[in-house]
């Protein structure tokens, strides 16, 4: 008679010791597996919570098979005792008193282009400027610079009346009215394109909200309130508006583009809390198409790449976004992922698996280490490409059967497991940089200007409205742009929103930033972030 098979009972619900004594031993080991993985992910989780919160926020991977070249003398300032330690440490103090004492640094030199306001001393009396051998008073004939130092003053706000001249004849009084050559519609807005452009400038360059900017108005007397900067914003932005769409356009004709996107958050009273979620999104154009674009949208959704990236078929550079792939597929467009970003996910798994991590981190820096001496030789293009077909692909071909070997025994949940999966499901996008030289290893670029918004963020919080993030987005693309070609935004500012509010129908080209900057007659100051290397160098 066939005896009846042991069917395996499932782990019960409550883990109490009767209900688990009457487990089978092949469900008990399951379970304990199932325990053990679940406390390995949970313990990950929590280091990395903890790490994130008061650890050190660095990508920055130290080698540790790396040889230290000073060893030797760590050792020895180890071991003050042993035997040849104190012979180096009188060698030591000899050199350090037959080296001259360092002269140290002065003050960077004062630009030239500043104003020079004489400090004269006081005129001497008779008596002192009688002279003791002649009994004659002395004469003025030389003066000489003793030292100098910056000087401050305040900003200064004053209003601009616009008059009008009447004319009348003294035999018949007939009267002849001049007007002001001012558009009505600058003299309606009450405020010049310079105090427009001042505002701007401080709100999305130097990151201060509104709110500050109207306490410092009134500190020197100035009663502007923050709704009235905000109408003057809204304006200006409508004047600068054909400039920001004649720069998509040109944009879309780049081989290249970078783009990165952000959250904010955007006032709405419809919302819980008043609050929703809105996004930024960076779109970066190559060398000869060299213009940084903002746009807003009300969420994540792949309707604003597909909108402003429409008809796009060149490389498209970002992350693995489903909204980038989608795009890519319709358009034609070929998707070029971030090896930063990649690389991003195993120094999150370094700390838990430092052996398995260190390798293909090495790799990493082999790689990032071409790209960087192609950068100073200054290999591009072609050569570029042949460069990383003969020094980068083998390193990529080594990473992809390394990747195959490790992914059958990583846990899927675990930051491992998931750096792992995340190179292999986009392996293709990750090693497309390999396809033209004119590409980039990593999305760094518009990461960077993504970072300047979360700086701004989170001073001035949120936006208004989405007519709010509508207008911000041709400050931001602007100013951007110009820091791109180091040209002063304030400057430029003011002086495309005077020539298109006196004429809308200007030729937009001549007013792009870059265009601008060779054209400008009285661009003194075409620096948007003037530092003492470059004072030095004029």
């Known amino acids: 008679m ?186 309606r807005l009450g405020a010049d394109p310079a105090l427009q452009s001042a505002i701007a400038v401080d709100r999305f360059e130097d990151s201060l909200p509104l709110h500050r900017q109207e306490r410092r108005f009134a500190r020197i007397g100035v009663p502007i309130a923050r709704s009235t900067m905000v109408g003057w914003l809204a304006s200006a932005s409508r004047t600068l508006r054909p400039l920001y769409d004649r720069m998509r356009v ?104 430092q052996a398995a991590c260190a390798e293909i981190l090495r790799m990493y820096r082999e790689l990032f280490k071409i790209e960087s001496d192609a950068q100073e030789l200054g290999v591009t293009g072609d050569q570029l490409k042949l460069m990383r077909e003969q020094e980068a692909k083998p390193l990529l071909d080594e990473m992809r059967k390394w990747l195959d070997q490790n992914a059958i025994l990583a846990l899927p949940k675990s930051a491992f497991g998931k750096a792992i999966h995340y190179c292999l499901n986009n392996w293709t996008e990750l090693t497309n940089y390999l396809l033209d030289g004119d590409l980039r290893i990593d999305n760094n670029l518009a990461e960077q200007e993504m970072k300047r918004v979360a700086i701004n963020r989170k001073n001035w919080l949120f936006f208004g409205s989405d007519r709010g993030g509508e207008d911000a987005e041709v400050f931001m693309s602007l100013i951007s742009t110009c820091r791109r070609h180091n040209v002063e935004p304030w400057s430029y500012l003011r002086d495309v929103i005077e020539i298109l509010t006196k004429d809308p129908n200007t030729d937009l080209d001549s007013l792009l930033p870059n265009n601008w900057k060779k054209n400008c007659v009285s661009g003194e100051i075409t620096r948007s972030q003037v530092t003492p290397e470059m004072v030095l160098a004029s």
């Open 2 to 187: 066939a005896k009846p098979k042991k069917t395996k009972r499932s782990a019960p619900s409550a883990m109490t010791p009767d209900a688990l004594s009457e487990l089978d031993k092949d469900t008990l080991i399951s379970l304990l597996i199932k325990m053990h993985e679940q406390y390995a992910q949970l313990t990950e989780v929590v280091q990395t919570m903890v790490r994130e919160k008061h650890g050190t926020k660095t990508e920055r991977f130290v080698d540790s098979a790396q040889l230290n070249l000073f060893a030797n003398e760590e050792e020895a300032d180890e071991h003050p005792n042993q035997p040849g330690a104190e012979s180096k440490k009188c060698n030591e103090e000899q050199i350090h008193q037959t080296k001259k004492k360092n002269s140290g640094h002065g003050q960077n030199p004062k630009p030239s282009h500043l104003k020079r306001v004489p400090i004269s001393p006081p005129t001497p009396s008779e008596a002192e400027i009688k002279c003791n051998c002649c009994n004659r008073p002395r004469t003025l004939v030389n003066q000489v610079i003793r030292g100098s130092r910056y000087a401050f003053q305040p900003a200064s706000v004053f209003v601009e009346e616009f008059m009008a001249s009447i004319f009348a004849c003294d035999s018949c009084g007939n009267t002849l009215t001049v007007e002001p050559v001012v558009p009505t519609v600058a003299l």
């Open 250 to 353: 040109l944009l879309l004709n780049s081989k290249v583009i970078a783009t990165d996107d952000t959250p904010i958050k955007v006032q709405d009273r419809s919302k819980a809390k008043n609050i929703k979620l809105g996004r930024v999104w960076i779109y970066r154009g190559d060398d000869e198409h060299p213009f940084n674009l903002y746009d807003y949208t009300t969420g994540r959704g792949r309707d604003g790449p597909m909108l402003f990236l429409a008809h796009f078929q060149g490389f498209l550079l970002g992350d693995c976004f489903s909204g980038n792939q989608a795009l890519c597929a319709e358009t034609g467009a070929i998707h070029v992922a971030c090896n930063a970003h990649a690389r991003r996910y195993w120094i999150k798994a370094e700390p838990n698996n």
